[in-house]
């Protein structure tokens, strides 16, 4: 039976366990035996895939529980599993993100394979919310974690998954362009924070809007023209002192001072 049964794809929402950890669970069930059985649900394996793994590698024969076709999967497997490691609510957001997408994909398939029959009350909620009680965080937090599945690098997600990234710092780390992301999470503890910090002012002084260059009798500033310009505006403020009539001189060192800050509000730092 072992080899038959396929993993029910809300299993995947907790990462395999491998090296140490696999390793000592393989010991334990090989000297102790399988205590916990593994879970079956509409003929899949919902719970248990570790086990069912160690006890093929342990010689052990495994054991099954058949649970009931009317149950909540995704938070069956989310019970199961949560209790077992001590995560943060960024953590906990991102299981969530994935389980938000797993409720609505298993909801379409129920009312896809039988219509008329009763939907089970917790598919017919909000799978945002739904998710969010489930793991213990607010759908606000899902709702960014399900932002950085969207938009961040994949190393992004992973950084919030393993716990080194805050999921509200994620979340504005992906409206970042993807090389700069990639650059970001090299970063470590603090210093990846600080960086990101940094990085996520500049990019909004990037997306204030730009200024744009006002126009007079010489036109429109341009790369090319602007330090030609900036010359000819001096040269002609310092022309304007040496005049002998002081207002004369006064407007046409005010209208062009005034225009060559112009000039230079329009260039790039």
Do not use: W
């Not at 504005?172 to 700069?180: A, D, F, R, Y």
Request: glycine share 8%; proline share 4%; net charge positive.
């Amino acid at each position: 039976m072992a080899t038959e049964l396929q993993f029910h794809p809300a299993a995947d929402l907790f990462p395999l366990m491998l090296g140490k950890e696999f390793d000592d669970l393989t010991a334990d069930i090989k000297e102790n035996g399988l205590l916990v059985p593994i879970s079956v649900y509409e003929g899949k394996i919902l719970d248990g895939r570790n086990r069912l793994r160690a006890c093929l590698i342990a010689g052990v024969r495994p054991d099954y529980v058949r649970l009931d076709d009317e149950i909540d999967a995704v938070a069956y497997v989310l019970s199961a599993n949560l209790h077992r490691r001590h995560l943060s609510a960024s953590q906990r957001g991102m299981i969530g993100a994935r389980a938000r997408g797993m409720y609505d994909k298993l909801a379409k398939e129920r009312q896809r394979r039988g219509r008329g029959k009763k939907i089970p009350e917790a598919e017919r909620g909000c799978a945002r919310d739904m998710a969010g009680a489930a793991v213990g965080v607010s759908g606000m937090t899902v709702d960014r974690a399900s932002k950085i599945l969207k938009k961040g690098i994949p190393e992004l997600a992973k950084a919030v998954s393993d716990g080194k990234v805050r999921v509200e710092l994620a979340a504005e780390i992906t409206k970042l362009p993807e090389g700069i992301q990639e650059e970001l999470v090299k970063f470590k503890g603090k210093d990846l924070r600080k960086a990101a910090k940094d990085a996520i002012k500049k990019g909004n002084d990037y997306k204030k809007p730009q200024k744009k260059p006002r126009r007079s009798d010489r036109g429109a500033v341009t790369s090319q023209n602007a330090l030609k310009e900036i010359r000819d505006l001096v040269e002609g403020v310092l022309g304007a002192i040496d005049e002998t009539r002081p207002q004369a001189s006064f407007y046409i060192v005010r209208r062009r001072m005034k225009r060559l800050l112009e000039i230079i509000e329009t260039l790039d730092p």
